[in-house]
């Protein structure tokens, strides 16, 4: 099982809601990844765990709250969020010693209304 | 400083060769990454070099290095229709680098038009 799956596919929601992106890997990868991507744009990163620890906090604004219940999982928990939030939210999962190769998901594409 | 630029569209004929330059400023970067993202979906590795070899093929793919002037290029031979997508540059400086993660910096990525 080399996939990294992502729910939902698409999500739409209005700025006082809260919902949560969810992304699971069954590769052993300890290191997981969200990154935030425009429309024809660089993902943008946003956290990294590393073995079921926050290692890497980009600066995220506090809608935005990530959480790793254990090595396989990772969500994102969103709350209160801007349309500019709008995008799509990519997971990825790396093996500790390989950190450049990421294996993404096909990403959630968020609307905020 | 960290910085990895890209020209932003290649647009070419079925069958001909793509090249994809990239220049990038960490020399600390252990690796040197090409990803390729289709429509709709997310990143997808293709290929990486360590920064102690020059080139690196596999099958259609060439990966050209030359870490003096810190530039890395993707040559892609007899190019598909299929390979039509976005293609990012990525390194990964010693600096953000951790032992079970890191912090890739991305180029803009090129768009690889490729017409019948």
């Known amino acids: 099982d080399t996939e990294v799956t992502q729910t939902p596919k698409h999500l739409v929601m209005g700025m006082t809601n809260k919902k949560s992106l969810k992304c699971e890997q069954h590769?052993?990868?300890?290191?997981m990844y969200w990154y935030k991507q425009k429309a024809k744009k660089p993902p943008e990163l946003m956290f990294v765990y590393s073995y079921e620890k926050l290692s890497i906090n980009e600066s995220v604004p506090s809608r935005f709250s990530p959480e790793c219940p254990n090595s396989s999982l990772l969500n994102l928990h969103l709350h209160a969020l801007q349309p500019e939030d709008s995008a799509l939210y990519l997971c990825?999962?790396?093996?500790?010693?390989?950190?450049?190769?990421?294996?993404f998901g096909e990403g959630s594409r968020l609307t905020v209304l | 400083g960290e910085d990895v630029e890209q020209s932003l569209f290649l647009s070419v004929r079925e069958g001909d060769s793509s090249v994809i330059n990239c220049t990038y400023t960490?020399?600390?970067?252990?690796?040197l990454y090409w990803y390729k993202q289709e429509p709709g979906a997310g990143l997808q590795l293709l290929t990486y070099i360590f920064s102690n070899m020059d080139m690196k093929q596999d099958q259609r793919l060439t990966v050209l290095l030359n870490k003096k002037d810190k530039h890395l290029s993707l040559r892609i031979a007899d190019t598909q229709t299929g390979d039509s997508a976005i293609y990012f540059c990525a390194e990964i400086p010693l600096t953000k680098m951790l032992y079970g993660g890191g912090k890739l910096i991305f180029g803009q990525g090129t768009t690889l038009q490729v017409k019948p």
């Open positions: 590769m052993g990868h300890r290191a």
């Open positions: 990825a999962s790396s093996h500790g010693r390989r950190t450049g190769e990421l294996f």
């Open positions: 960490d020399s600390s970067s252990t690796y």
